[in-house]
């Protein structure tokens, strides 16, 4: 990162090592990091044709997430600023999502010019929040789930259909010559005037549909309306509890990040939804989505040049550390 000029963005995909277990087995996730990130640091100096003594910080993941996973990556922050005697950042997962639809063009850059108050849709495996961005570093979380992430909530229906680990992309594939409406399936708390999400029931609701009706997964079609009336389930909640969120907070901007993001029945919901209130969107590229280095890079940068505060050597990562504290 450079200037707001992405240099390089190398991820080390963690998917096809736990897909054999259904899901993260953090014990791997560890090993796996220890293993990958000096190769994936000197891949990505290599690729930036940038030399460590050039770097003018160094930042990290410090939370939430899985306490070992973000042990790894931040005590190897904190070593290399050390030696290279620069400041140490640590960064928040999710503040890091919020900057990815910000990214934008070839190479990409971010342009804070451009940041404008909003409401961002953080979906993924481990969260689901509505939060408004009065400016940079001005943050309130308006919703979250109170139970499973939409994500979790796409895994675990696709599971229970018989799809491989990780659900959500596959779910999203077999809904696309399937019918929204053919099995009737909750909408939680969609009618509840706060911001809180709950999908838990609605994959308890699949389970029942499928033990009510054995043999549906035999058919295509029937599994293809069966994908496509959980997702269509799950994205009117999203979206209607985002576009509810933006109009009460006034902001002309909404913003979509995390894995689930992803998702193109999602995407063209939001958009039409949008278009309708002539609401700005802004997306993130579907490989910006999903957890990667740039949104971290670029939020690092903020805090360097903004001055905010750094990491000291003797600082652990914070497991559970609620946005904008
Ligand atoms: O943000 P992410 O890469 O990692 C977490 O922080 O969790 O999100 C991963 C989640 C998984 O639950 C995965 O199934 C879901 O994002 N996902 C999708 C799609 N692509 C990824 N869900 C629905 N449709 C997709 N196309
Ligand atoms: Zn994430």
Not at 114 to 125: A, D, K, Q, R
Not at 152 to 173: I, N, S, V, W
Not at 274 to 295: G, S, V, W
Request: aromatic share 6%.
């Amino acid at each position: 990162m450079r200037d707001g000029v992405v240099l390089a963005n190398p991820v080390a995909s963690q998917i096809r090592l736990h897909a054999e277990y259904g899901g993260v087995v953090p014990e791997l996730a560890t090993r796996e990091h220890l293993r990958n990130l000096p190769l994936l640091l000197q891949q990505a100096l290599l690729e930036a044709r940038v030399g460590v003594a050039e770097l003018d910080g160094i930042a990290a993941t410090a939370g939430p997430g899985l306490p070992n996973a973000l042990l790894t990556g931040l005590k190897a922050a904190q070593g290399l600023a050390y030696a290279l005697d620069r400041p140490c950042y640590g960064a928040h997962h999710h503040e890091g999502h919020l900057y990815s639809p910000w990214l934008a063009g070839d190479p990409l850059r971010l342009r804070p010019e451009e940041f404008e108050p909003h409401v961002c849709l953080i979906v993924s495996g481990g969260h689901t929040l509505l939060v408004q961005v009065r400016g940079e570093f001005d943050y309130q979380v308006l919703g979250s789930t109170i139970d499973d992430a939409a994500g979790e909530c796409f895994d675990k229906t696709a599971k229970l259909m018989g799809l491989p680990y990780p659900g959500g992309p596959q779910l999203d594939r077999l809904a696309e010559g399937g019918r929204p409406d053919a099995c009737k399936f909750p909408r939680p708390l969609l009618n509840d005037p706060g911001y809180d999400f709950s999908f838990s029931g609605l994959k308890t609701s699949v389970r029942y549909f499928l033990r009510d009706h054995p043999g549906m997964l035999e058919d295509l079609q029937a599994r293809r309306d069966l994908a496509a009336s959980v997702q269509a389930a799950i994205i009117e909640v999203l979206v209607t509890k985002a576009l509810r969120a933006a109009r009460a907070t006034g902001v002309r901007c909404l913003t979509a990040a995390g894995g689930v993001a992803c998702n193109r029945a999602l995407r063209q919901a939001l958009a039409a939804a949008c278009a309708k209130r002539r609401m700005a969107l802004r997306l993130a590229q579907p490989e910006l989505c999903t957890d990667n280095a740039a949104m971290v890079g670029v939020l690092a940068w903020r805090m360097h040049v903004g001055g905010r505060q750094t990491l000291g050597l003797d600082e652990e990562p914070r497991p559970s550390w609620p946005l904008g504290e």
